[in-house]
T-cell receptor, first 115, second 113 residues
């Protein structure tokens, strides 16, 4: 079956701009969670959407937001970009919510560079 | 969620077993040990998980100590394609535990020919 698809794979933005990233989960998965990965901080949880509702949120500022559509596809938005937002953004889909024991299936990520 | 400690890097000869250790001394009773790996420029890939019993699947074995304060991931016959960063994390099943879900620096395993 098709895996988790993230688009775009690479993008370059400048400070102050905003960006929207997309994640299509595995068919039948209702949970989509987002992560930021940087060399210094490792991979950190941003938030999770399950059945179109945000269920969990990590310790990130309000500039980071997201949503989930009825087909479980999810988007993540970052507004007023800062240099420190340069990172690999990963999404993962799961049959069950992140705060359970279900397996997380990760996409290949969207690499954002902020200049 | 508990923090984990892993060695930053390890080498292993191709065809030999790779044993990757992980310390999670503050793990609580409802937290599971998960292992993922990440090959350069790809998303993390699930390997195995366990609560307190040893587990085995087609990819690896997971050995958890009786006190659950540490675990070892075993790749029985490492190949060059197993070269990756291996992450050991603990995941709780309580509401809100996801907020603290982080992957640390992991262990860079290099399989040598």
């Amino acid at each position: 079956k098709a895996g988790v698809t993230q688009t775009p794979r690479y993008l370059i933005k400048t400070r102050g701009q905003q960006v929207t990233l997309s994640c299509s989960p595995i068919s039948g998965h209702r949970s989509v969670s987002w992560y930021q990965q940087t060399p210094g901080q490792g991979l950190q949880f941003l938030f999770e959407y399950f059945s179109e509702t945000q269920r969990n949120k990590g310790n990130f500022p309000g500039r980071f937001s997201g949503r989930q559509f009825s087909n479980s596809r999810s988007e993540m938005n970052v507004s007023t970009l800062e240099l420190g937002d340069s990172a690999l953004y990963l999404c993962a889909s799961s049959l069950v919510r992140v705060d359970s024991t279900g397996e997380l299936f990760f996409g290949e990520g969207s690499r954002l560079t902020v200049l | 969620d508990a923090k984990t400690t892993q060695p930053p890097s390890m080498d292993c000869a191709e065809g030999r077993a790779a044993n990757l250790p992980c310390n999670h001394s503050t793990i609580s009773g409802n937290e599971y040990v998960y292992w993922y790996r990440q090959i350069h420029s790809q998303g993390p890939q699930y390997i195995i998980h366990g609560l307190k019993n040893n587990e085995t699947n087609e990819m690896a074995s997971l050995i958890i100590t009786e006190d659950r304060k540490s675990s070892t991931l075993i790749l029985p016959h490492a190949t060059l394609r197993d070269t990756a960063v291996y992450y050991c994390i603990v995941r709780g099943i309580s509401s809100g535990s996801a907020r603290q879900l982080t992957f640390g620096s992991g262990t860079q395993l290099t399989v040598l020919p």
